[in-house]
């Protein structure tokens, strides 16, 4: 008999269809990412300032690669942290 692995992910929680996400950017009709919209940044970066990835947070390729440059240069310009330092 066959041992069911505890770590599978099979199957979801709660067993609720996983509802689909959709681009932030093209549902709010924003054209450009601006680096200076701290806010906006923010909601795509996690506790430690890394950038959340397209399957995560559901943003479009095009709009994935205009976050990924806006926070670069917000990081740059020291608007938002390399590295939030929570121990």
Do not use: W
């Not at 709660?14 to 906006?40: G, H």
């Amino acid at each position: 008999m066959q041992k069911k692995n505890k770590f599978s992910r099979s199957g979801n929680r709660n067993n609720q269809p996983q509802r689909r996400k959709y681009c932030y950017f093209c549902s709010n009709n924003i054209a450009e990412i601006d680096y200076q919209d701290i806010n906006v940044l923010q909601k795509f970066t996690s506790n430690y300032q890394k950038i959340l990835p397209r399957s995560r947070m559901g943003s479009c390729a095009r709009h994935q690669r205009q976050l990924q440059a806006a926070v670069k240069r917000a990081r740059y310009m020291a608007l938002i942290p390399y590295l939030n330092n929570q121990k």
